[in-house]
């Protein structure tokens, strides 16, 4: 066959590989969507995704069904995403860990740039630094001088060894001198639970995992972790508002599908995902949760989530963070 010969086929066998992935696209969805969380019921991913997934659903015309797959940091239900099939029928919300956690476990299952496929941000949010209401401090300064005072008593929790809230834990460690001990758990639901119920004094978790706690004054807020104040808590202060120097942690929840997934998918289910964070009802009701609802494109996410692959990568090694 000559070299146009060759040429030819080539373009008709991708013209028709097109065409089929397009029909795919028009097709799907066909049946009920799987939404792996890997975080437990009641934290602020799962109450993020529930969100977003009640009008997800009838956007695209099918079902979504909420999987929670905690454990790990994230990594338990982040792995079983990643080795899903790409056919669009499984998706991954998670939040900023997603960038942590392949800086901090040499070992994972996945690789993060390699295994999924961004596909919208669903949210901005920071973290919140929350007290139990016995904690004898009503602003970070005054808990700063407290834990000076008392190196090593108080302990502070987040959903997970390498979550943002461990994160802006230890970070705060580093930028104030004070001595603390962290308390992982499993999820923000159960995190919250026990600083309730006073087991941990301290907690540094998603706003919208305990800001209805908050509101009901079983715990105490004392800054949160991003640059600028909460659109959702404005009566909140920053915590480098309150004197603690280049103190920002910023994180997001977000969705992703496995790598194979075709692009015509991908690009429906943006689409989708961009209308329903537009709907006024979807930002008011994340909005009561302390989270700003925010899309973007593709390539907009992937790029926010390789910078952060550097950015947390300096960070877990300047506070010497280990899984362990």
Known sequence: MSRNGRLLRSLAAAALAAAAMSALAQDWPTKPIRMIVPY????GTDIVARIVAEK??????Q??????????????????AAHSPGDGYTVLMTLSSHTINPKLYPKLGYDVERDFVPVSLAAMIPQILVAHPSVPAANVQELIALLKANPGK??????????PGHIAGELFKLKTGVQMTHVPYKGGGPAVADTIGGQV???FVSIPAVWQHVKGGRVKALGV???????????????????????VVDSWYGLLVPARTPAPIVAKLNAAMVKVLGMSDVRDKLLAQGAEAMSSTPADFDALIRDELRKWEYVIREAKITPE
């Open 201 to 203: 004094q301290l907690l």
């Open 154 to 163: 108080f302990n502070y929790a987040s959903v997970g060894i390498g979550s």
């Open 63 to 80: 079902p979504i069904v909420i999987d929670n797959k905690g454990g790990a940091g994230g990594s338990v239900g982040t792995e079983i």
């Open 56 to 61: 997800l659903a009838p956007e695209l015309g």
């Open 225 to 247: 972790t991003s640059g600028k104040r909460s659109v959702g808590a404005t009566d909140v202060p920053t915590i480098l508002e309150q004197g603690v120097p280049d103190f």
């Open 40 to 43: 437990p019921p009641g934290g």
